[in-house]
């Protein structure tokens, strides 16, 4: 006898893509979490892959494999994702000793993050035309 199949807690028009324990402070990549939030998932992964930051990489293999889960696993739309939620969490904390002077220490945090971006199907509206210039 098994356990019971456990409850989809996610809609059938949304998808994610879960990615532990990344060597970045959390402070760090909600910055770059904070890029792709409400974006269409075209517009995000070009955002990310013109990033200067070291962990925009790994961000967007994140959310590469949430719309590769859209796709693939739940039927899904790809030119109608847009990226609903990119939440940051804080994992282990990795402790190192720094040696300093008269003989004593210094503690050294090392900080690890999780990454979940979840992805939804939502029809993109084109932007709005600007207003018509007045003539003066």
Not at 61 to 84: C, G, P, R
Not at 113 to 123: P, T
């Amino acid at each position: 006898m098994s356990k019971p199949k456990h409850p989809r807690t996610l809609a059938e028009t949304e998808a994610q893509a879960v990615t532990r324990n990344i060597r970045v402070s959390p402070r760090k990549l909600n910055l770059v979490a904070g890029l792709i939030r409400n974006k269409p998932a075209a517009q995000a992964i070009a955002t990310l892959t013109f990033s200067k930051r070291r962990i925009a990489q790994q961000v967007k293999k994140t959310l590469e494999s949430a719309i590769a889960n859209a796709e693939n696993n739940h039927q899904l739309d790809v030119d109608q994702l847009v990226v609903k939620t990119a939440e940051v969490g804080k994992s282990i904390v990795m402790r190192r000793f720094h040696a300093r002077g008269r003989g004593r220490s210094a503690r050294i945090e090392k900080f690890f993050s999780h990454l979940k971006i979840v992805v939804a199907e939502r029809a993109v509206e084109p932007e709005a035309a600007p207003s018509e210039q007045k003539a003066a």
